[in-house]
């Protein structure tokens, strides 16, 4: 039997926050498996867990139970500081928001994880060149945020996500700034990344179009998963 790499697991996750006396249980036992080069949508209705279980899964949030596997390492038993810099090498992040930072250019947003991985300034920068060029902004490259579209800045959050060849991207809610149009070229954008480089994807999204481009589905309520659905046909495509 073929055995698939996983890029992510988890095992019997618990997730619970105290909100003005009251425990509310945003992760109850979760535990899934995500194969490398998976392109993945997790979806559900408001407050059911997606974006605690993005933010657990990544290390941007402790668990309160359970363990967490990133391409094996085990992100649960991490110190602090080990977690923030294996996030920064092994992990990429696409927000709604596009947190990108106003008073640098493109190129010089796209190159700052790598900066902060200890990557030397002249091999950050032709990284980040190259990524911006796989996301079709090179005549971008020395503009602010500001001066560029909501398209563009998510081309560029995008960029910066995969400069460090992760080996998982987050996504939450990666088109939910953008109309229509737009978000059918970031999603485009994404797809390809997926079908070409094997990247791996997990979505957090509440919009059924999105999820019916993944080739896995996972549906969330009441912070337990409570199904998942698999697309073989997309999953060919996208092998």
């Not at 500001?146 to 996504?171: D, K, T």
């Not at 999105?210 to 549906?219: D, K, M």
């Amino acid at each position: 039997m073929l055995v698939t790499e996983l890029a992510a697991e988890a095992r019997e996750v618990y997730k619970s926050y105290n909100t003005e006396g009251i425990t509310v249980h945003a992760l109850d036992s979760v535990s899934l498996q995500i194969e490398q080069g998976a392109l993945v949508a997790v979806m559900g209705p408001s407050g059911c867990g997606k974006t605690t279980l993005l933010n657990t899964l990544s290390g941007l949030d402790s668990i309160d139970g359970g363990e967490i596997f990133i391409a094996g390492e085990p992100l649960h038993a991490m110190r602090d500081a080990r977690r923030t810099e294996y996030r920064a090498r092994y992990m990429g992040f696409i927000f709604q928001g596009y947190n990108l930072m106003p008073v640098l250019t493109a190129a010089e947003n796209v190159e700052l994880p790598l900066l902060v991985s200890g990557v030397g300034v002249a091999a950050a920068r032709k990284r980040a060149l190259e990524a911006l060029h796989e996301v079709r902004l090179d005549d971008r490259v020395g503009y602010r945020p500001n001066q560029l579209s909501g398209g563009q800045q998510q081309r560029v959050a995008i960029a910066r996500a995969l400069v460090n060849e992760p080996a998982i991207v987050w996504a939450d809610e990666p088109t939910g700034n953008l109309d229509s149009e737009t978000s059918r070229e970031v999603l485009d954008l994404i797809l390809k990344l997926n079908r070409e480089n094997g990247q791996t994807f997990v979505i957090v999204t509440h919009d059924p179009g999105v999820g019916s481009l993944t080739n896995r589905t996972i549906q969330m309520q009441d912070g337990k998963i409570v199904g998942t659905v698999e697309d073989p046909e997309q999953a060919a495509r996208g092998a």
